[in-house]
Nanobody
Framework: QVQLVESGGGLVQPGGSLRLSCGAS????????IGWFRQAPGKERDGVGC???????VYSNFARGRFTITVDSAENRVYLQMNDLKPEDTAIYYC?????????????WGIGTLVTVSS
């Protein structure tokens, strides 16, 4: 049974940084496409970025230059480093795993971790 568990969310001031973590069991992360998504209150779920098995990363416009996805194969864990956070980054952040970086190809999802950016 595949399980993804996010952690690392919390309250951070604007301009601050957070590193989210997503641990996996039941599969090896580095054999799949790994995506981070977020859902702000009252809004639809958005893609943040995705890391392919080849190591190529793609990011949404709002994330490019501020957010970085990395994977630790030994720990079977994926990270989302978020810098220069803004209030509009407030959302529940989810990790997901699938066969490609398309939203519809994500087969397994975590339950999310809440990030609140506020002074």
């Amino acid at each position: 049974q595949v399980q993804l568990v996010e952690s690392g969310g919390g309250l951070v001031q604007p301009g601050g940084s957070l590193r989210l973590s997503c641990g996996a069991s039941g599969l090896f992360l580095d054999e799949h496409s790994i995506g981070w998504f977020r859902q702000a209150p009252g809004k639809e779920r958005d893609g943040v970025g995705c890391l392919s098995p080849s190591g190529m990363a793609v990011y949404s416009n709002f994330a490019r230059g501020r957010f970085t996805i990395t994977v630790d194969s030994a720990e079977n864990r994926v990270y989302l480093q978020m810098n220069d956070l803004k209030p509009e980054d407030t959302a529940i952040y989810y990790c997901a795993v699938g066969s490609s970086c398309n939203y519809g190809a994500m087969h397994h999802w975590g339950i999310g971790t809440l990030v609140t950016v506020s002074s």
